[in-house]
């Protein structure tokens, strides 16, 4: 068998293999999963930071800063 169809059958064969790239989330899509969460719907959630200070001033509530990742 000729070189050229080796090789040929070598790169068919690794593209054959190769599973498909997921795509990468982006950084507002990993938000919406995030607010999505059972956890996070028993409350009303600001993303603004005044508006939480108006929030808890006028409710007589402290305010709960839940920080994380998303992967990034």
Request: aromatic residues 12%; charged residues 15%.
């Amino acid at each position: 068998m000729p070189a050229h169809l080796l090789l040929v059958f070598f790169v068919a064969g690794l593209l054959h293999c190769q599973e498909p790239a997921s795509p990468t989330p982006t950084p507002e899509q990993l938000l919406q999963q995030k607010l999505a969460q059972p956890f996070l719907q028993r409350a009303t959630w600001t993303l603004d930071w005044d508006v939480a200070r108006q929030r808890a001033a006028a409710d007589g509530k402290l305010i709960l800063g839940y920080f994380t990742t998303a992967g990034y």
